[in-house]
């Protein structure tokens, strides 16, 4: 099966396998960890150098959890430099698409999956590989479908435009033992509407990575940013 073109692209990288290789922790930690943080970064990396200085000052900032989109040609060599140099994060690869993305992401040094809609390929190759996965849905039967290949835990993308916390709600209200990672649309402004809700373990998002700070190497202002994202889960009513 031809794979699909994140995955012909990522193929492409160049890497080390012995050298990218890390002790994952176990599936049910990295989603431990993400419900203490409830914030997940989800980045877009266009230049690799940059990803250990990122990461470690998201980390600094309270925001060990880190989602690596693999929407760049520099995505792979970003998780690898990020999960071998930076000790306290936890890294994950978002926007993956097939099985093959997987096991590239994994063995990049990726902890986590999480992907924009639902494929039994990808979650089955993460199952295999004891992997936690994420697998994204915006329907009540995509959520049943991802419930009966033994996921629960799911990313309601994109969430603002698919019903935001209402739609977390009326799901939540026949499945109550599935909790959510609403990505899409989320924002300083209405994340508190999600961490109100007992059934979203993290909300996913970019607001606090400024392009031009990641541009400029102002770390200290991506810290400070990461520190008030992180305030907002302990400002709740």
Not at 21 to 47: F, Y
Not at 144 to 173: N, Q, R, T, W, Y
Not at 216 to 226: C, H, L, V, Y
Request: glycine letters at 8%.
């Amino acid at each position: 099966m031809d794979p699909s073109p994140i995955a012909r692209r990522v193929t492409g990288a160049t890497m080390t396998n012995e050298s990218s290789l890390k002790s994952l922790s176990p599936a049910s930690d990295v989603i431990a960890a993400m419900g203490k943080v409830r914030v997940v970064p989800v980045l877009t990396i266009e230049d690799a150098e940059s990803a250990p200085n990122l990461v470690s000052a998201l980390v600094a900032g309270g925001l060990r959890v880190v989602e690596v989109t693999l929407r760049t040609p520099a995505a792979l060599q970003a998780i690898q430099r990020a999960a071998n140099e930076v000790a306290d994060a936890v890294v994950g690869a978002g926007s993956v698409t097939s099985s093959s993305a997987v096991g590239i992401a994994i063995d990049a040094g990726a902890q986590f999956i999480v992907s924009p809609g639902l494929d039994e390929g990808v979650i089955t190759a993460c199952l295999d590989r004891g992997v936690a996965v994420i697998p994204g849905i915006a329907t009540a039967s995509e959520l049943l479908h991802a419930i009966a290949l033994g996921v629960d835990v799911v990313k309601l993308f994109p969430a603002e435009v698919v019903g935001g916390p209402a739609m977390i709600s009326a799901l939540s209200a026949v499945w109550p033992d599935v909790r959510f990672m609403p990505t899409g649309g989320i924002s300083a402004t209405n994340a508190r509407n999600y961490f109100t809700l007992p059934q979203v373990l993290a909300v996913g998002g970019s607001w606090m990575v400024s392009s031009s700070a990641v541009g400029t190497g102002d770390w200290a202002s991506i810290t400070a940013s990461a520190v008030t994202a992180l305030e907002l889960t302990r400002e709740l009513p």
